[in-house]
C-alpha cells in the first residue's frame, strides 16, 4: 500500500500562487508516477498534471494555460504543483495520485493511490 498526504491548500487572491505538496509514503518503490487532480464544486474531478518517476516526463492538460508546474522530489518521496496566476474558476479540492502501470497518464483510472485532497479557494 501506498499513503499520499497532500499540504499547502488555502486561500488565495486571484494572481497570488500556490505551492502545493504530496508526500508519498508506504510501498513507494512500486510507484512509476504521480499526477494531480481537481475537483471544482458541482464540476467533475479532472486531470491537472502527471509527472513519472524515473524520467520527469510531464504532462498538463490544456486547460491549466502554462501557469502550473509539477515536479518531484524522489528522495523524499514528494511530488509539488506549482499553481501561478490563479484564477477564481482554479477554485477546487486538489488530489494527488499515484500509479503503477499506465499509458496516458491523464486517465484518473490508470491511479492506483489518492490522497485525501487538499482545498484551494482562490478569491476574486
Known amino acids: 500500500q501506498v499513503q499520499l498526504v497532500e499540504s499547502g491548500g488555502g486561500v488565495v487572491q486571484a494572481g497570488g500562487s500556490l505551492r502545493l505538496s504530496c508526500a508519498a509514503s508506504g510501498r513507494t518503490s512500486e510507484i512509476y508516477f504521480m499526477g494531480w487532480f481537481r475537483r471544482a464544486p458541482g464540476k467533475v474531478r479532472e486531470f491537472v498534471a502527471s509527472i513519472t518517476k524515473y524520467t520527469s516526463q510531464t504532462n498538463y492538460a490544456d486547460s491549466m494555460g502554462g501557469r502550473f508546474t509539477i515536479s518531484r522530489d524522489n528522495a523524499n518521496n514528494t511530488v509539488y504543483l506549482q499553481m501561478n496566476s490563479l484564477k477564481p474558476e482554479d477554485t477546487a479540492v486538489y488530489y494527488c495520485?499515484?500509479?503503477?502501470?499506465?499509458?496516458?497518464?491523464?486517465?484518473?483510472?490508470?491511479?492506483?493511490?489518492w490522497g485525501q485532497g487538499t482545498q484551494v479557494t482562490v478569491s476574486s
Open positions: 495520485a499515484a500509479g503503477r502501470y499506465g499509458s496516458t497518464l491523464y486517465n484518473s483510472r490508470e491511479y492506483d493511490y
